[in-house]
C-alpha cells in the first residue's frame, strides 16, 4: 500500500472466507533490522459457527531498531463455536511494537460463542507480557470476569511505556477504560462495553502511540543514516489513514513484510 527505502504498509485480506469452522490461520512477520513495518487489516474477521473449533494464530519477530504498528480490525465470534486467538511477538534490541484487538462476541442478536485468548510477548531479556484470558461461556459469567459485556478492545504498546492520552467523560462509552503500565517496557489501555466499540480512547491512543514511535523511528533512522533522511517520504505516509482502495501489499525492506499460509 506504501513503502520506501526502509519499510512498508502492507494490507492484510483475506482470499476466501474464513474463519470457517476447522480453520487454522497462521501469519509470520518478521520486520528486519532497522525496518518498519504497519499492517493494516481492510475487513474485520467472524469465527463462524460449527462443530470443529477455529483458530487465529500470529507470529511475530521485530529487529533491532525495528518497528511494527498493526491496528486490527474487530474480531467477531459467532455462536456455537470454540475459537482461540494466539499472539506471539519476539522484540531484539531496541525494536517496538504496538497492536491493537477488537474482540466481539456474537454477531447480531447473538451472544457468541467460546472465546480463548494468548498473548505471549517477550524480549532478550525474557518475558515481556503473558496474558491467558479463557472467555468461554461459562468462564465470562464468573463474578469480576465479563459478565453481560460483548466486546474488549485493546492496545499494547512493547519496547518502550507510553502514557495514556486522556480520559473520556463517565458513562459515554461502557464499564470504563483501564492502562496498566508494565513491569517492564510496555503499556496496555483495555476498554471494555456492551455495544460495538463506541469506546472513544483505545482508536484515538492507537494513533498517539503510533505516531510517537514512528517520530522515535525516524529520528533514530535519521541520526544513524544522515544521508538517507530525506529520500525516505514514505515515512510520513505512515501516519496518514489508507486509501479505500488500497488493498494490494507493497514490497518493501527484504524481511520487512508479511507471510500468510493459505
Known amino acids: 500500500m506504501d513503502h520506501d527505502a526502509g519499510g512498508a504498509r502492507v494490507g492484510l485480506l483475506a482470499t476466501q472466507a474464513l474463519l470457517l469452522s476447522g480453520d487454522d490461520v497462521r501469519i509470520d512477520v518478521d520486520v528486519a533490522p ?10 474485520g474477521t467472524v469465527a463462524y459457527e460449527g462443530e470443529a473449533p477455529s483458530s487465529w494464530t500470529v507470529d511475530v519477530t521485530v529487529g533491532d531498531g ?24 519476539r522484540l531484539h534490541g531496541t525494536g517496538k511494537a504496538l497492536m491493537q484487538e477488537k474482540i466481539v462476541l456474537g454477531r447480531a442478536g447473538q451472544l457468541g460463542g467460546d472465546l480463548s485468548m494468548c498473548l505471549e510477548a517477550s524480549d532478550d531479556t525474557g518475558p515481556v507480557q503473558v496474558e491467558h484470558l479463557n472467555l468461554g461461556q461459562q468462564a465470562r459469567q464468573m463474578p469480576g470476569v465479563f459478565g453481560n459485556l460483548r466486546s474488549m478492545d485493546t492496545v499494547t504498546a512493547l519496547g518502550w511505556t507510553p502514557e495514556p492520552t486522556g480520559e473520556p467523560k463517565a458513562g459515554t462509552t461502557g464499564p470504563g477504560e483501564t492502562y496498566f503500565p508494565l513491569d517492564r517496557s510496555g503499556a496496555v489501555l483495555r476498554w471494555m462495553g456492551i455495544g460495538r466499540f463506541r469506546d472513544q480512547l483505545c482508536d484515538a491512543t492507537f494513533t498517539t502511540w503510533r505516531e510517537e514511535a514512528m517520530r522515535d523511528y525516524r529520528h533514530r533512522h535519521a541520526t544513524r543514516n544522515p544521508g538517507h533522511a530525506k529520500e525516505e517520504t514514505g515515512l510520513r505516509e505512515v501516519d496518514r489513514e489508507p486509501a479505500a482502495d488500497g488493498l494490494a501489499a507493497a514490497a518493501g525492506r527484504p524481511r520487512a513484510g508479511t507471510r500468510r499460509a493459505p
Open 66 to 89: 525495528a518497528l511494527l504498528t498493526w491496528a486490527g480490525k474487530p474480531f467477531v465470534v459467532s455462536d456455537e463455536i470454540a475459537t482461540h486467538r494466539r499472539t506471539r511477538i
Open 34 to 43: 532497522g525496518a518498519w513495518l504497519d499492517v493494516v487489516e481492510t475487513t
